[in-house]
C-alpha cells in the first residue's frame, strides 16, 4: 500500500498552497518538506515572487516550529510565505480573544497624567479630563465628559467607534489616525452624545449619536451578547 505524503503542493491562481500532514512527526514533516520543495524548484523557471499558503490542519505549531517553517520555505528562491494556518487554537488565544471582545465598565474619573486602558471595548462611567488619556483594543463609550485624549481601536480597528455624553477631547484616535481638526473638534465647544468614526476617506468624524445605528449595525452585539 502506498504511503500517503506528508506535504501536499497545489498550484492555485494566487500562488503555491502547501498541506502539510498533521499525523507524522515534526522531523519527518520537514524534511519532506524540504525535498519536496526543492524538486519543486527545479521545475519553477518563473523568475517573479510566488506567495506560499501553508496549512497544517490539525498539528500545533510553536512560535519557533513556524519560524522553521518560514525559513524553510524562503530558502527556495521565488518563495514567499503569505499565511500558516491552523486547526488548533490555544487557551492564550482563545482567552486573548475573549478579553478582545469583552466589555469593560468603569466608573471612575481618569485624572491628568492618568491612562486608563483595556483590551476589548470600554464602558466609562464618569469623565476624561485634560490631561487624561483612556485607551481600547475595541470601542469607547463614555458616560460623562470627554476632555482629554480617547483612543480607540488600538490593535488596528478601524471600524471602532468613540462616543461621549459630552464630546470636549483634546484629541481623537482611532488606530492610527488622528483628529486634532479645529473645525470638527473645538477644545471650547461643549458636544452632547455624540461619536467618532472613520469615514470612507480615513478622516475622523464627529458626528451626532444616532448615525451609529446605521453605520456601525454590528455594535447591537452588546445587546444579549449577540
Known sequence: MKKRPNVTIKGTKDGIVLHLDDSCSYQEL???????????????????????????????LTDEQRE???????????????????????????????????????????????????????????DVNPGGTVMAGGNIFIMGALKGIAHAGVNGNDEAVITASSMQPSQLRI??????????????????????????????????????????PNLTRLEGGH
Open 68 to 126: 522553521e517553517i518560514k525559513e524553510l520555505i524562503r530558502q527556495k528562491k521565488n518563495l514567499v510565505v503569505d499565511d500558516i494556518e491552523s486547526n488548533v487554537v490555544t487557551k492564550q488565544e482563545i482567552n486573548k480573544l475573549k478579553s478582545e471582545n469583552e466589555v469593560v465598565t468603569v466608573a471612575r474619573i481618569v485624572r491628568s497624567g492618568q491612562v486608563l486602558q483595556v483590551p476589548g471595548d470600554l464602558l466609562l462611567i464618569g
Open 175 to 216: 488606530n492610527e489616525y488622528i483628529n486634532r481638526s479645529p473645525d470638527q473638534v473645538k477644545n471650547n465647544e461643549k458636544r452632547e452624545m455624540e461619536c467618532a468614526y472613520i469615514d470612507e476617506n480615513n478622516q475622523i468624524i464627529v458626528d451626532r449619536l444616532q448615525v451609529l445605528i446605521q453605520l456601525r
Open 30 to 60: 520537514k524534511k519532506e518538506l524540504d525535498e519536496k520543495l526543492s524538486a519543486n524548484q527545479r521545475t519553477q523557471s518563473d523568475r517573479h515572487l510566488i506567495p506560499v499558503k501553508v496549512e497544517v490542519g490539525n498539528r500545533y
